[in-house]
Each structure stands twice: as structure tokens, then as C-alpha cells.
């Protein structure tokens, strides 16, 4: 019943002139007792798509709205008083005698609101009109097509144009003319509008025409498909999305682990002091640096990994040193590193997570397939990866360090004969690892907040990616971390998040059990 009333009252208003006085006769009802008629009369309103009625919504929308008891509406501000019917182009007077301010309930606020939006199809500022047109072509209702063919009429830009035709189209869904809502499903046939499928599947089902029905199901058919490609599509990129983080987390651990056998379980606290150097950043910037807060990241990088390097040596030389060889007593005396690291951080920054902000550069995504948002921020930490990742390459190919550290790994006990110091290389090595595992703790901080418990989530995921690829290979641990990601992603929303982790490890241990080495085998006469 609302809605065909909220319909009248557009067409009654669709042909008003954009210049024209809110007429006293619609906005009567706002004072009266009646919520379906104030709630009608705010939808009369709207529909005229005048800069009157915005103001007139706007002011009602903050509470600037008062009546007389003679039922007469002024938008009040600094103390000056303007009547409404007199168009807002009046001056500001003396305020009457008996004003009220005039009450706004949930309900009336959700129709001011809506009308609000709806009216910013007519904002002379292209951003307004799109982000307008968007959401219109999400939730137009019936009653709102009037306006929208208005705003139509006056669009000069193409891509607004086409958003306004999918939202006309969406409106006119259930027109009473079967031409009309045959002519609407087919302009939906593009549209990538999941919100949709239940209307046109009842179309499907029940609609009095039948070219309607079997339009309805053309297009029911083709959204389906474009949904599916959109969900595959948005699964692959947020699996490589994933595949970074695991990808960022698991490199350092994949150094380490492959050189010197140890099981360092407090890889994760590396990650987690990252994250924490880089608030600490942040913080520094907003006080001494906040015109430029938008570039800690330029000073968090080289930050977390030389804070992450030097607590990772520290380690290495006071404990790790004298455990190698001894794989269950280097896996006991690293977990109680991890929660002595946790302990301190909880002392020093509290057990509540603190908020990293992404730069306003990271803020935001971009839009594919008309519904997929693919965000800033993820893309950065995809090309970071990568940048790490080609780092870590030349490191280990193309540099001195590298060279003796290919060399420990394929064989200690030659390297050392030939005067390579293989404490130095482990120290050396046991410090890149943890300067990696640092700027993994960056990028986590661009993800979620940051807390004590943060590397706790990653240690397993790390350790599988390491096996998975093979120990101490690049390659193997770029490609598991790839198809580690990919799988969470494809399995989570068809048998949820824990079975999909269940699942993944129970494949891992299959593997291992017909491939111990992993994908990638490490080459070597002698590999300890």
C-alpha cells in the first residue's frame, strides 16, 4: 500500500518545475500525526528534485525545522528564521512565536535519507551523481522512476547515462504495463546486480505475460553466469592476495628452517614486531610529521626489517646458537621465546590491538565486472610480495652473502673446510630471515589491527608453505604459497573455514608421505 501511494506521489510531482516553492499542501502532513502520510509527504518531496527540496530535506534531515501552531514550517538557523513556503529564496527573518521543532523518528529519518541520496542524481558534482546512480541502480524502487527518468533527462555523461537506464530498468521491474516491464528485464540483461535474483526469479515464476517470463529467465540466466565469473574472479585474486601474506610470512622461515634445520617457533613474533615498528611509525609521523602521514610506510619498511634483523641476531647469538642439532630442545626453547616476546609487547603496548591506518593512497579499491571491489591495499601487498620476493633472489644469487649461503646449505662441513665461517653465514641468515618476516609484519598491519597474538595465526600456515615447497627453496615456496592461498580461498565457501583448513592439511600429509622433499628438492652431495 505504501509504495503505491509513494508512487502517486512522484508522478503527482514528476512534471514540477525545478525552480518551484515546496506547495503548502504537501507539506502539511509533516506536522500532522499520520506516519504514513509524513512519510508521504517526504517522498513528494524528494520527487520534485529541486535545490528547495534538498535544503528543505537537508534542514529537516540535522533538526533545523520548526512549525507554529498554525502549522507553518521555518528552517531555523543562527536565529533567523525562513519560512518554507515561501520558496527559501526570501531573507532570513525574526523567529515567529510558539515555534516547535518538529519531530523525526527512525522511520521518517530512513525516507529523508533515501530521498536525500535520490536527490544527489541532480548534484552538480559528477562524483555525487555517480555514487547517486550507483546506488540507485542497487535499490530503485517502483516509486522512484519518475525521479530517475528526470535525472536521465538532464544527464550529460555517458557512464552516469548508463547507470541511470539499469537503475530505470530496476524500477520498472514491476510496472502495471507488460511492455514496460518486458523492456526492463531486458536492459538488466548487462546488469551484475545479485540483488535482483530473487525479483526476477518470481518473475520467472509467476509474472501474468508471458514474453515477460521468458525474458525474465534470459536474464536471470545470463546474471547468474556473470555472478559466477565475478566470484571465480574475485576468489583467484583475493587467493593471490592471501598467497602474499603466507607468501611474506613463510620466506624468512623458509631461509632459516633451510639453512640451519631449526624450528623456530617464534617466527610469528617476528612477524608481530613488525607490525608493532610499524605503528610506532605511524605515531611518530602524526606528531612530528603529519603533513606527510601518508608515507610512514616509506620509514616502516626499512624500520621493521632492521628492528626485526637485529632481535632475530640477538637470538640467534644468545640462544639458537648453542641448540643446533637438537631439533626438539631449538622447538621448546623458540615457543618460549615467542611467549616471552608476547609478554613483553602486552607489557609495553597493552593487550588490546592497536589500529595501523592505510595511507590514503591504499584507502579505497577499484571496481571490475561492475560489482567486484578489488582493494588498494591488497594489490600493494601483491606487488610487495613480488618486490621482496625478486629481493631475496638476488640476494641469494647474486651477492657474496648468497653465495655462502647456498653453499652452507648444499654443504656445511665442505664450506667450512674451504674458510667460509658458518657461525657468521647462521647469524647472517638467521638475521635476513627475521628482516623478512619484519616487512611481513608490515603488510599484515595493512590488513587488520594489530595485536600481541598477531604471528600466532601464521606460524602453521608458514610452516606448511616451507614443507610443502621444499625446504630451503625459493621457488617451491613461492608456488606453495600460491596454491596454499588459492585452495583456503575455493574450499572456505563450500565447507567453511575450518573443514577447508582440515582438508588442506590432511593433503599435506599425504603429500609429504609419497614426497618428503617437498615440490622442490634441494640439490647438494651432502644435504644435512
Given at each position: 500500500m505504501l509504495k503505491k501511494i509513494l508512487l502517486l506521489a512522484c508522478l503527482l510531482c514528476a512534471g514540477a518545475d525545478t525552480s518551484a516553492a515546496i506547495a503548502p499542501e504537501v507539506l502539511a502532513p509533516l506536522t500532522g500525526d499520520d506516519p504514513d502520510a509524513r512519510v508521504e509527504a517526504v517522498a513528494?518531496?524528494?520527487?520534485?528534485?529541486?535545490d528547495e527540496a534538498t535544503r528543505f530535506l537537508s534542514a529537516l534531515q540535522s533538526g533545523d525545522v520548526y512549525a507554529t501552531p498554525d502549522g507553518k514550517l521555518y528552517i531555523v538557523a543562527d536565529d533567523k528564521a525562513t519560512d518554507v513556503a515561501s520558496g527559501l529564496t526570501g531573507a532570513p527573518g525574526t523567529m515567529p512565536d510558539g515555534l516547535d521543532g518538529?519531530?523525526?523518528?527512525?522511520?521518517?529519518?530512513?525516507?529523508?535519507?533515501?530521498?536525500?541520496?535520490?536527490?544527489?542524481?541532480?548534484?552538480?558534482?559528477?562524483?555525487?551523481?555517480?555514487?547517486?546512480?550507483?546506488?540507485?541502480?542497487?535499490?530503485?524502487?517502483?516509486?522512484?522512476?519518475?525521479?530517475?527518468?528526470?535525472?536521465?533527462?538532464?544527464?550529460?555523461?555517458?557512464?552516469?547515462?548508463?547507470?541511470?537506464?539499469?537503475?530505470?530498468?530496476?524500477a520498472n521491474l514491476h510496472a502495471p504495463e507488460a511492455a514496460k516491464r518486458k523492456a526492463a528485464v531486458e536492459a538488466l540483461a548487462d546488469s551484475s546486480n545479485a540483488?535482483?535474483?530473487p525479483q526476477l526469479q518470481s518473475m520467472v515464476a509467476g509474472d501474468a505475460d508471458e514474453s515477460v517470463r521468458v525474458a525474465a529467465a534470459h536474464t536471470l540466466q545470463a546474471l547468474d553466469s556473470r555472478l559466477a565469473r565475478t566470484e571465480f574472479i574475485g576468489n583467484v585474486f583475493y587467493g593471490i592476495s592471501l598467497a602474499s601474506v603466507l607468501l611474506l610470512a613463510a620466506l624468512g622461515l623458509a631461509i632459516t628452517f633451510g639453512l640451519m634445520g631449526i624450528i623456530n617457533m617464534a617466527h610469528g613474533?617476528?612477524?608481530?614486531?613488525?607490525?608493532?615498528?610499524?605503528?610506532?611509525?605511524?605515531?611518530?609521523?602524526?606528531?612530528?610529521?603529519?603533513?606527510?602521514?601518508?608515507?610512514?610506510?616509506?620509514?616502516?619498511?626499512?624500520?621493521?626489517?632492521?628492528?626485526?634483523?637485529?632481535?632475530?641476531?640477538?637470538?640467534?647469538?644468545?640462544?639458537?646458537?648453542?641448540?643446533?642439532?637438537?631439533?626438539?630442545?631449538?622447538?621448546?626453547?623458540?615457543?618460549?621465546?615467542?611467549?616471552?616476546?608476547?609478554?613483553?609487547?602486552?607489557?609495553i603496548f597493552g593487550a588490546q590491538n592497536v589500529e595501523v591506518a592505510n595511507p590514503a593512497w591504499m584507502s579505497g579499491g577499484v571496481t571490475v565486472l561492475g560489482s567486484l571491489v578489488l582493494a588498494y591495499n591488497r594489490i600493494a601487498i601483491i606487488v610487495f610480495a613480488?618486490?621482496?620476493?625478486?629481493?631475496?633472489?638476488?640476494?641469494?644469487?647474486?651477492t657474496r652473502l648468497?653465495?655462502?649461503?647456498?653453499?652452507?646449505?648444499?654443504?656445511?662441513?665442505?664450506a667450512g673446510c674451504v674458510g667460509v665461517s658458518t657461525a657468521k653465514i647462521d647469524m647472517m641468515t638467521f638475521g635476513l630471515g627475521s628482516g623478512i618476516a619484519g616487512l611481513g609484519g608490515v603488510a599484515l598491519s595493512q590488513l587488520g589491527n594489530v595485536?600481541?597474538?598477531?604471528?600466532?595465526?601464521?606460524?602453521?600456515?608458514?610452516?606448511?608453505?616451507?614443507?610443502?615447497?621444499?625446504v630451503g627453496q625459493l621457488a617451491g615456496t613461492v608456488i606453495a604459497a600460491l596454491g596454499l592461498g588459492e585452495a583456503n580461498k575455493f574450499l572456505e565457501p563450500v565447507a567453511g573455514a575450518v573443514l577447508a583448513k582440515i582438508a588442506i592439511l590432511i593433503f599435506i600429509i599425504i603429500f609429504i608421505q609419497k614426497r618428503p622433499q617437498g615440490l622442490f628438492a634441494m640439490k647438494g652431495r651432502s644435504v644435512e
Open positions: 513528494k518531496i524528494g520527487a520534485l528534485g529541486t518538529l519531530m523525526v523518528n527512525n522511520r521518517l529519518r530512513g525516507a529523508i535519507d533515501d530521498a536525500l541520496a535520490a536527490l544527489k542524481m541532480f548534484s552538480p558534482e559528477r562524483a555525487q551523481r555517480m555514487a547517486a546512480a550507483t546506488d540507485m541502480q542497487k535499490s530503485a524502487a517502483p516509486a522512484q522512476a519518475p525521479l530517475i527518468e528526470k535525472a536521465l533527462a538532464r544527464e550529460t555523461d555517458s557512464r552516469i547515462r548508463e547507470l541511470l537506464q539499469l537503475a530505470l530498468a530496476t540483488s535482483l535474483r613474533e617476528l612477524l608481530m614486531i613488525g607490525a608493532y615498528t610499524t605503528y610506532l611509525c605511524q605515531l611518530a609521523f602524526r606528531r612530528w610529521a603529519p603533513d606527510a602521514l601518508d608515507w610512514y610506510l616509506a620509514a616502516a619498511l626499512p624500520a621493521a626489517f632492521i628492528v626485526t634483523a637485529a632481535v632475530g641476531v640477538a637470538l640467534e647469538r644468545t640462544v639458537i646458537r648453542w641448540l643446533y642439532g637438537r631439533p626438539l630442545e631449538t622447538l621448546l626453547a623458540t615457543w618460549g621465546i615467542s611467549l616471552i616476546l608476547m609478554q613483553a609487547v602486552r607489557s613480488l618486490l621482496v620476493v625478486a629481493g631475496v633472489w638476488l640476494i641469494l644469487n647474486k648468497g653465495l655462502f649461503v647456498r653453499a652452507v646449505m648444499q654443504n656445511r662441513r665442505m595485536g600481541p597474538d598477531l604471528g600466532q595465526g601464521y606460524i602453521v600456515d608458514s610452516f606448511m608453505v616451507v614443507v610443502l615447497g621444499g
